[in-house]
């Protein structure tokens, strides 16, 4: 009986490992196999026309007050003058006073239209910041071979890089087959309220429901992605969704000599330590299982072999991107507490005690659901939850079998041929929440090559792209018109 158990066991061995090895064998590579196109010629003074726009200092601050909005005019006035065939041939729209409308009308009103977005508002450098910057942050300085200043990757790089792309088709009398829609609103870094959200409400009023639309978000990673020796560009299709939370306890005081056993400091503490310590479950979305399935059969073989077997090693996966922390942001719903807000002297106790916490939601979960997972996890009725300060519902994943994720793969291998193709999944927040009655297939991508000092430019210091980087952006906007708009 025993040989027979032993017997059976090896046999059932064998058979796993003749699975996952037929299973690894045969997962093939599904990067779309393209000729490279010849780069196409893109006039030098495009980077002195996007190091102009960093010198207009269209600044959003979270406190309306200390917006200005003069630079937003003079941006404005500065795309007019730039771009006289984009101003004159298509017929522009200025949205609530700062945001910018362009239609470009097709020739055949049949094909849904297409729209391609950004913003031109920057976050701002405080004088602190400055002094840790090589180079003025608006000064827009170009040097190296470097446009340098805030806003050259996030993202008058894209707005520029649209505008470069159309005066220049238009100076060819390219003709678009569908409809092109230029969309720039003027306060994504706020959240897009008075921007992104009224061009959509605009467009919506208008019955416009578009074939694709393709934002700013992920780029082209270089060494970013483990394992993978070529670059890759990653299309965000779909993105987190947002929760704010804020949580408080009152007592009623009293002096520091006589504490209660209990304390509002001390029991709201233990409610976000409960929180910090009981995240919810990881798993892996669907965004994130097509990013497995683009970049599994590039990787070495181990690897290779974990991804093509999921269904036995999905638990090995997960725990791999557990063990850091955009890893784990990347597999499940993340719990941030971000302010805590008690006390105002120290021999006084405080009366009541306040703590705010965000939650970066994963596709497939809900507000609702973090809503009772919050109540379950602290489960103490002393603990108020109040009404979520901002909610935002994860984005519906995008088609990759859609033209537009097609269009956008095409164009991505024809003008960068040696980079590696994979939709992802964009942990931040983009316009494209907006503009969900306008398409249901919405894509985060700046065709720009990042590597891990650039991806800290963001929002960071030393904000810079290479001219050749920004004439390579505009190729691949071109393309891509060429791609879905061409005859």
């Known amino acids: 009986m025993l040989k027979r158990t032993f017997k059976i066991i090896g046999i059932l061995l064998v058979l796993l490992i003749a699975v996952v090895l037929f299973n690894t064998f045969t997962y093939k590579s599904k990067q779309l196999q393209v000729q490279a196109v010849a780069p196409a010629p893109i006039p030098d003074n495009c980077a002195q026309h996007l190091s102009e726009a960093v010198k207009i200092k269209t600044v959003s601050h979270d ?66 910041q400055s002094k840790n910057w090589e180079f003025d942050p608006f000064g827009g300085e170009i040097k190296n071979g470097f446009i340098c200043g805030r806003g050259t990757l996030d993202d008058k790089v894209n707005v520029i890089g ?37 061009i959509a409400e605009h467009l919506e009023s208008l019955k416009v429901e578009a074939e694709f639309i393709l934002d700013e978000g992920m780029v082209i990673t270089k060494g970013i992605v483990p394992g993978i020796e070529p670059d890759v560009a990653l299309i965000g299709i779909s993105e987190k969704g947002y929760l704010t939370v804020e949580l408080s306890v009152e007592t009623e005081g009293g002096h520091s000599s006589m504490p209660a056993k209990a304390t509002p400091i001390g029991i709201l503490s233990a409610a976000v330590a409960k929180l910090e310590q009981s995240p919810m479950q990881a798993t892996i979305s669907k965004p994130v299982q097509h990013f497995l399935d683009y970049v599994g059969p590039e990787m070495p073989f181990l690897s290779k072999l974990a991804f093509a077997n999921q269904w036995l090693l999905k638990g090995v996966i997960i725990g791999k991107y557990e063990a850091s922390n955009s890893g784990s942001a990347t597999v499940s719903t993340t719990t941030a507490p971000t302010i805590f807000k008690s006390g105002f002297k120290e ?56 033209t537009g994720f097609k269009s956008l793969e095409k164009s991505i291998r024809e003008v960068f041929n040696t980079t590696l193709v994979a939709p992802s999944l964009m942990l931040g927040a983009t316009d494209t929440k907006h503009y969900s009655k306008i398409s249901n297939n919405r894509f985060r991508f700046l065709p720009v090559t990042f590597d891990s ?12 792209i290479s001219v050749e980087a920004f004439k390579n952006c505009i190729r691949l906007y071109r393309q891509l018109i060429i791609n879905s708009c061409g005859q």
């Open 63 to 128: 406190d309306a007050s200390k917006i200005d909005p003069l630079p937003f005019v003079q941006l404005l006035a500065y795309l007019t003058k730039t771009y006289p065939l984009a101003d004159s041939l298509l017929k522009k729209e200025i949205i609530n006073n700062y945001s910018l409308l362009y239609k470009w009308e097709g020739e055949d009103a049949s094909l849904k239209p297409i729209v391609l977005m950004g913003h031109m508002d920057v976050v701002p450098v405080d004088d602190e």
């Open 162 to 198: 649209i505008l470069e792309t159309v005066e220049m088709l238009l100076k060819e009398n390219f003709r678009p087959k569908r409809t092109i829609y230029l969309a720039f609103g003027h306060d994504e870094e706020v959240g897009g309220e008075n921007g992104a959200k009224k």
């Open 347 to 402: 021999n006084v106790l405080p009366q009541i005690a306040t703590a705010t916490i965000n939650f970066r939601i994963l596709p497939g979960e809900t507000a609702e659901g973090i809503l009772k997972h919050i109540e379950n996890t602290v489960n103490d009725s002393r603990v108020k939850i109040h009404k979520p300060l901002y909610s935002n519902e994860a984005a519906p994943v995008s088609d990759i079998e859609s």
């Open 453 to 464: 000092e650039d991806l800290k430019r963001l929002h960071g210091n030393n904000e810079k």
